[in-house]
């Protein structure tokens, strides 16, 4: 069954840079585009980019371009994202997520989720 | 702020019928742009119960319904149960932006 497995928490300061994981299995790791999704504290969902791992590009909302970075290793079929200058205001918990279809973006299968605390 | 609009709150009674809409424009809903909705519950990851406008994932109750007209989608729940309160998002693509949009979502109540 189609698994998405996300690093554990993190606690970072204002200014230094959080990476994090998303493990897929389940499913041909290459075929599916992949969705990354932040949920701040009592907030909605906010849509930040997405990997399409058959081509190994990459595409950001247009607030975070310049401070996230999509990586990955398709050996262990791992997605990793890498914020940069963090703020407070991006604590929240982040979300990969894959579509329904191999180019999806109703996304129906999703990661537990990796919290991102910011502070001093 | 988000230019997928949605009431932050509905409520309704067991039993009854309520509809969550999602107001878009030009350059996302009303571009033809699919809509799709997530259920979500405290602490969980969201849970997708409408893709592609009207259409229900396997294991989705048939209580759950999406529509599409114009620039508005809409998610109803009908015979709502106490097991439905949860917050509701949707979300679409929008041309402008170049990127996938969500509603600030819907929290619903069951009296």
């Known amino acids: 069954q189609v698994q998405l497995e996300q690093s554990g928490a993190e606690v970072k300061k204002p200014g230094a840079s959080v990476k994090f994981s998303c493990k897929a299995s389940?499913?041909?790791?290459?075929?599916?585009?992949l969705h990354w999704v932040r949920q701040a504290p009592g907030q909605g969902l906010e849509w930040m980019g997405i990997?399409?791992?058959?081509?190994?590009?990459?595409r950001y909302a247009q607030k975070f371009q310049g401070r996230v970075a999509l990586t990955r290793d398709a050996s262990t079929s791992t997605v990793y994202m890498e914020l940069s200058s963090l703020r407070f205001e991006d604590t929240a918990v982040y979300y990969c997520?894959?579509?329904?279809?191999?180019?999806?973006?109703?996304?129906?299968?999703w990661g537990q989720g990796t919290l991102v605390t910011v502070s001093s | 702020q988000s230019v997928l609009t949605q009431p932050p709150s509905v409520s309704g009674a067991p039993g009854q019928r309520v509809t969550i809409p999602c107001t878009g424009s030009?350059?996302?809903?009303?571009?033809?742009?699919?809509v799709h909705w997530y259920q979500q519950f405290p602490g969980t990851a969201p849970k997708l119960v409408i893709y592609?406008?009207?259409n229900r994932p396997s294991g989705v109750p048939g209580r759950f319904s999406g529509s599409k007209s114009g620039t508005s989608a809409s998610l109803a729940i009908t015979g709502l149960q106490a097991e439905d309160e949860a917050d509701y998002y949707c979300?679409?693509?929008?041309?402008?932006?170049?990127?996938?949009?969500f509603g600030g979502g819907t929290k619903l109540t069951v009296l």
């Open positions: 997520a894959r579509g329904r279809l191999q180019t999806g973006y109703d996304l129906s299968f």
């Open positions: 389940g499913y041909s790791f290459t075929s599916f585009y």
């Open positions: 990997s399409k791992l058959s081509g190994d590009t990459t």
């Open positions: 030009s350059s996302n809903i009303g571009a033809g742009y699919d």
């Open positions: 592609g406008n009207t």
């Open positions: 979300q679409s693509h929008d041309s402008s932006l170049s990127g996938v949009l």
